[in-house]
């Protein structure tokens, strides 16, 4: 199998990052570790595939990192959900169906939601005509899903580009926008068991203010806003900035806005005082900021950012990288006390893992 799945191992792969996150947190006092398990399938939401063409046949195909010029055959994705993997049969009979589909068809990408929605993309190595366009729209009223084909300097969206999710945090449902070019957490039952983490230790501040820096399409600070008189989320991707801005819109948030500026450059603006225009349009001077949520890259925070969370009281720290968020909180210890720490298990059979924790000044 060319991906890892083995649910009879699943709890006791949940345990060993149990574990795992224990002993990288084992320097601070802290209250018991919350643990976020996932559904041992179908929990992945997207999904995308090389198509490999072998005379006159094509399938699927996935390939080794040990062994990347060999392509492994997949015919099931059983992380995937249930809808991802019914397209998956649909477009693979539809593309040995059509000769105009198949020609050169390199890639196929798979977005989909808890709430049924999907939106599936065609990648070819070669320019698409008009005779493409029209089976891109018959095979897209046959799927009943939107259907975008790209090639080298060529995208088209045969009707939109994004789909819709409802995600329920605290017990309230929210909907999002999902972009296809623009990052989305790929497992929404433990997507939703993070947000809710996040807002239910961040209850009470209702007269202060939140920010959260690389906020993406607002899956958290949506939620959170909810918690306090005012929010600011930042990020630097015009995609994530736009789908922020109608998510805010559909959810009928009018406390909280977005800024289209990287954390670093807001840490400089307000930490050394280098002029902004962009973060001048803000109006820092109107907010009274309490808590930052961060939620950064594997690399975690540079050096300016760190600085500039220590300007708030509570510090919500998402991370994709558990060790480096460890060394970034290592300098706040004797300043600040874990308050809550979570375990979110994001990718099951994977050494990866997600972590969470709050610090509040002491």
Sequence with gaps: MPFPFAPDQYQSQLTAKEARLTDLLADWTRPDLTVCASQPSHYRMRAEF???HDGPRSYYAMFDPKNPTTPLEVTDFPIASVLLNKLMHQVLA????DPELRLKLFQVNFLTTQSGDALITLIYHRQLAEDWLERGQHWQETWGFPVIGRARKQRHVLSRDYVTEQLNIGGQAYDFHQYESSFTQPNAGVCEQMVSWAVAHT??????DLMELYCGNGNFSIPLSHN?????GTEISRTAVKSAQENITLNGRDNLKIARMAS???SKAWVKNEPSRRFNE????SYDFDTVLVDPPRAGLDADTISLIQRFRRIVYVSCNPESMVANIAALQGDYRMTACALFDQFPYTHHMEAGIILERC
């Design 203 to 208: 209850l009470g501040s209702q007269q202060a």
């Design 264 to 266: 670093e450059d807001l």
């Design 228 to 232: 306090f008189r005012l929010a600011l």
């Design 94 to 97: 539809a593309v040995m169906s």
């Design 50 to 52: 090389r198509i490999w």
């Design 282 to 285: 803000f109006d820092m001077a």
